[in-house]
């Protein structure tokens, strides 16, 4: 079925990198996704990847894509307080715009 | 250019109401999403249009739960009767056809007492 998994905290020291693992079922999926949800806010799009890419990098973001393992890792440099929020991974089913989305994972930045 | 519009922002109500959540999408995309977030269950999918067309509404919980998009501007998200398992915070994103950058509004919380 359709699983996406992530793990559910991550407290980070500012300054320091965040990282961020998610795992995925659907193999075909030809785009994986990073949401970013503030509190009391709908999500927005952070970042994508092709699924024939290894990695991509974005500013202080790397997503990192490993198609064997079917894991996805976002790559937060520099982590500021402003990052403090909810990322989600999300993969796209059967190449529709259907997105399923992970548990997400709540990043905490602590001075 | 104004984003998904969602409303209300909050609802409270007494089990067995009808609530109604409306949605409005960014002009000129073809799709449009229900999403409903919970601490338990986390972001999903209930239902999904294109071009005002249900697409997929197999996540959509039970018969209580309906939703609709007469024109390309609009859809309304129902529940009747709503039950205090319903609470949850609803959220309507569209997008373009492509790679799939949803567009979120900010949604709608719904408490059933």
């Known amino acids: 079925g359709e699983d996406v998994e992530q793990s559910l905290f991550l407290s980070v020291r500012e300054g320091d990198s965040s990282v961020i693992n998610c795992t995925y079922t659907?193999?075909?999926?030809?785009?994986l996704y990073w949401y970013k949800q503030e509190p009391g806010a709908g999500l927005q799009l952070l970042t994508y990847?092709?699924?024939?890419?290894d990695m991509k990098q974005d500013q202080r973001l790397t997503v990192l894509l490993n198609k064997k393992d079917k894991h996805l890792s976002l790559r937060i440099a520099d982590t500021q307080t402003g990052d403090s929020a909810i990322y989600f991974c999300?993969?796209?089913?059967?190449?529709?715009?259907?997105?399923?989305f992970g548990t997400g994972t709540r990043l905490q930045v602590f001075p | 250019d104004a984003g998904v519009i969602q409303s209300p922002r909050h609802e409270v109500t007494e089990m067995g109401q009808e609530v109604t959540l409306r949605c409005k999408p960014i002009?000129?995309?073809?799709?449009l999403f229900w999403y409903r977030q919970t601490m338990m269950r986390g972001l999903e999918l209930l239902i999904y249009?294109?071009?005002?067309?249900?697409?997929?509404d197999s996540g959509m919980p039970e018969d209580r739960f309906s939703a609709k998009m007469p024109n390309a501007s609009f859809s309304n998200l129902k529940i009747q009767p709503s039950e205090p398992r319903d609470s949850a915070v609803y959220f309507c994103?569209?997008?373009?056809?492509?790679?799939?950058?949803?567009?979120f509004g900010e949604g709608s919380r719904l408490t059933v007492l």
């Open positions: 994103a569209s997008s373009r056809s492509g790679p799939g950058e949803l567009f």
């Open positions: 659907d193999s075909s999926s030809t785009y």
């Open positions: 990847i092709f699924s024939n890419m």
């Open positions: 999300a993969e796209s089913i059967d190449n529709t715009d259907k997105l399923i």
């Open positions: 002009s000129g995309h073809d799709y």
């Open positions: 249009f294109n071009n005002n067309v249900p697409i997929d």
